[in-house]
C-alpha cells in the first residue's frame, strides 16, 4: 500500500503544471502574433508590388504615371517657325523657381528648336514631332491644337492648357499669372452665339445642330478634363474638317477653280468655332468662364493704316510699344458681346479683376520695346 502523498508535494506538483500551462499560453500567443504579424507584412509587400505591377501595366497599356510635383500649366504654342518673341517668354519663365509650367511648340515639320533657332534655352527640342503643315483658315489649325494638347496630356502634372500665339506675351509676372489660372477650376473659352454671319453650314446638322454652333477666340485655356475631350473626339472634327471652311480667296491667292457663286460660300473659319462648339455639345458649358484671356484688338474699321485692314487683328507696331497701351489693356474689365446682349464681368477668386493676362499680336521690336522700357509686369 502505498503511502498517502504529502500535501506539499501535491501543490508544487498544481503549481508546476499551472506554470507549464501559463508559459504555453504565451508561448502560442507569441507564436499567433508573429504569424498574424508576418501575414501582414507579407499582405502589405504583396499589395505594393501588385500596386507596382498595375501602375507599370497601365502605364504599358499608354495611360500616364502619377503626378509629380506641383500642378503646371502646359504653355501651347502654335508658331510658324521660329519663336520672334522667346527673349519676352524667357523672361517670364525664369519668374518660376519651382517647376510650375511645361512647354510644348507646335511648328512647320520638321522644325527643330535648338541654340541655332531660338535665343531661350527654355524651348530647345519642345517641338513636338508630329506636326503638321497649317494654313490659317482651315482645319489643319485645330488639328495642330489637338496635336499639342495630346503631347501635354501625357504628363499627369499637367493641370491646364493655355494655347499661345507666336506673337503674344505675358502682361503679368509668372506668379501672377499662374495663380489666375490655377484659382478656377473652370476653363476659359470665349464662347457666345453666332447669329450675325452665315458661318453654318446647315450640312453640319443633325450633327452639329444649330443651337450648339459658337464662335470665339481660340486662345483659350482648358482645364485637363476638357483638354481630354479634344483629344478624344471623334465625331465634331471630321464634320469640321468637311463642312467648315474658308469662303474662296480672290484669284491671285486661289490654287482651285473658283465656285460658280462664291456669296453662297459659307466663310467658316475653324479655329474660332471648333473647341466652343465641342464643348456646347458635350454639355459642359457650365464649366467654362466663357471669355478669354487674351486681349486682341479687331478694332480694324478705325485703322488709317491699309495694312492692318482685313480679316486679322491689328498688329502692335513699335510706335504702338508704349506703357500707356498695356495700361490701357490692363484697366478692361469686362466684354461685352453683342449677339447675346451678355456682358461679362471679370472676376478672379471671386472677386472683380481685370480680364486679359496676355495680350497680341506684337511684332518682336514692339515687344523687346516694353521689354527692355521695363514697361512688362509692373
Known amino acids: 500500500m502505498t503511502a498517502a502523498e504529502d500535501p506539499r508535494s501535491r501543490m508544487k506538483r498544481r503549481d508546476s503544471f499551472r506554470h507549464r500551462q501559463w508559459r504555453a499560453r504565451i508561448v502560442g500567443a507569441l507564436l499567433v502574433g508573429f504569424?498574424?504579424?508576418?501575414?501582414?507584412?507579407?499582405?502589405?509587400?504583396?499589395?505594393?508590388?501588385?500596386?507596382?505591377?498595375?501602375?507599370?501595366?497601365?502605364?504599358?497599356?499608354?495611360?500616364?504615371?502619377?503626378?509629380?510635383?506641383?500642378?503646371?500649366?502646359?504653355?501651347?504654342?502654335?508658331?510658324r517657325n521660329r519663336l520672334p518673341l522667346d527673349v519676352i517668354w524667357d523672361a517670364f519663365f525664369k519668374d518660376d523657381k519651382e517647376g510650375r509650367f511645361s512647354i510644348f511648340v507646335h511648328s512647320r515639320p520638321g522644325f527643330l528648336f535648338n541654340k541655332a533657332t531660338t535665343r531661350s534655352a527654355y524651348f530647345y527640342g519642345r517641338q513636338v514631332n508630329d506636326s503638321v503643315q497649317v494654313d490659317w483658315g482651315e482645319s489643319s489649325m485645330i488639328q495642330a491644337e489637338r496635336i499639342l494638347l495630346k503631347n501635354a496630356l501625357r504628363d499627369p502634372s499637367n493641370r491646364r492648357f493655355a494655347f499661345v500665339s507666336d506673337s503674344c506675351i505675358p502682361l503679368y509676372n509668372f506668379s501672377y499669372i499662374y495663380d489666375y489660372i490655377m484659382s478656377s477650376s473652370n476653363s476659359f473659352v470665349d464662347s457666345f452665339a453666332d447669329t450675325k454671319e452665315g458661318r453654318y453650314n446647315p450640312k453640319m446638322h443633325p450633327i452639329i445642330p444649330v443651337h450648339n454652333w459658337r464662335k470665339g477666340s481660340q486662345w483659350a485655356v482648358l482645364i485637363r478634363k476638357h483638354a481630354k475631350v479634344v483629344v478624344r473626339d471623334e465625331t465634331v472634327f471630321p464634320i469640321f474638317q468637311q463642312d467648315c471652311r474658308r469662303r474662296s480667296l480672290p484669284e491671285f491667292w486661289r490654287d482651285h477653280p473658283l465656285p460658280a457663286d462664291a456669296s453662297k460660300e459659307h466663310n467658316c473659319i475653324p479655329d474660332e468655332h471648333y473647341v466652343q462648339t465641342l464643348l456646347a455639345q458635350e454639355g459642359v458649358e457650365e464649366e467654362i468662364t466663357r471669355r478669354s484671356l487674351t486681349h486682341t484688338s479687331w478694332d480694324l474699321s478705325a485703322s488709317k493704316d491699309h495694312e492692318r485692314r482685313g480679316w486679322h487683328p491689328v498688329t502692335y507696331k513699335l510706335s504702338d510699344a508704349t506703357p500707356r497701351l498695356l495700361k490701357s489693356i490692363k484697366q478692361i474689365d469686362n466684354i461685352y458681346y453683342e449677339t447675346e446682349y451678355r456682358r461679362e464681368w471679370c472676376s478672379s477668386k471671386d472677386k472683380p479683376s481685370r480680364c486679359f493676362l496676355f495680350a497680341r499680336k506684337f511684332t518682336r521690336a514692339a515687344a523687346l520695346q516694353l521689354l527692355t522700357t521695363s514697361a512688362l509686369w509692373t
Open 35 to 79: 504569424c498574424l504579424g508576418s501575414l501582414a507584412l507579407m499582405q502589405a509587400r504583396y499589395g505594393r508590388i501588385a500596386s507596382l505591377a498595375s501602375r507599370a501595366a497601365a502605364v504599358g497599356a499608354g495611360a500616364p504615371p502619377p503626378p509629380v510635383g506641383p500642378p503646371k500649366i502646359a504653355f501651347l504654342f502654335i508658331a
